[in-house]
């Protein structure tokens, strides 16, 4: 069977006043259903663009997708007609951003919101509409639901509104959800608790799930697989506990080196130096060498591939990968 979602050799550029902006270059990342797939990386390291390009989203113009494939259960959802694509969307994957009070509209109830779902792709009646609704606002654990259906955005916390966003995405029970930054405007505790709801609907749905984030602490338990994205493109691919045991890319290292932990609290967080590249100008050689602590001279020159990552003895590692040419040394020391 082939994956649920199977990005290959994708490239989406922005053309502006100032140039090309190269977004993505060359993404190939899967998720298959009931799988987690993390994706990690700074802003404009091209995880949200990736995102929009596979949803059909892609603000364009500017935005275009100039080549790869973005394969759907088996089809490429780059020749499709924008009709069959807006079928797929919502009904078969849906979105989940880090905003909810502006992705839902603040002069309708939530509960109306969530019932016009059902009205318009399923047919149902504005009574069934509105009580699969209530139901649905239950199961995103939203106490008193049927009171609260007459509510609009602004009467519930930042958590609620999120549950809310989660309720919308799964409203049509939906294949594959994408959450950009979901829980990025929380704090801490909510954040937590809006991650778990999601990964155990995730998981009672076997749905297959995209999480995007900058933040490494929120993936560990919830991620299956990570990709690590740094100027467009993936540096590192992983199973998420080999990853975070042993990353096999300096950037990845920095990432992780840079999550706050309890038995270091009052000691000052390490942070990688410098910024993520202009995407009008990607350096060349490796795109991450003028920040690298391991950089050496072939770095600004030759671009690295994503080798293939092994054990220390040579021993393939199934779905581990490394764009650094010194990942032996990352990883083994
Ligand atoms: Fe650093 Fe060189 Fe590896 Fe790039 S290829 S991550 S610059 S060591
Ligand atoms: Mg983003």
Redesign the pocket.
Known sequence: MPPLLDVRDLYVEFRTRDGVVRAVNGVDYSVDAGQTLAVLGESGSGKSVTAQAVMGILDSPPGYVTGGRILFQGQDLLTLTPDARRRVRGARMAMIFQDALSSLNPVLSVGYQLAEMFQVHRGDSRKVARAKAVELMDRVRIPAAAQRAGDFPHQFSGGMRQRIMIAMAMALEPELIIADEPTTALDVTVQAQVMELLADLQREYRMGLILITHDLGVVADVADKIAVMYAGRI?ETAPVHALYKRPA???TRGLLDSIPRLDQKGQELYAIKGLPPNLLRIPP?????PR?????D???V?D?PLYEVTERDGAPVPGRAS?????K??MYG
Do not use: I
């Not at 050689?285 to 060498?289: I, M």
């Open positions: 540096v890319h300096p950037y050689g490796c795109p991450f060498h690298c602590p391991q950089a050496r072939v770095c600004a030759d690295p764009g650094c040419h010194f990942w040394e990352t």
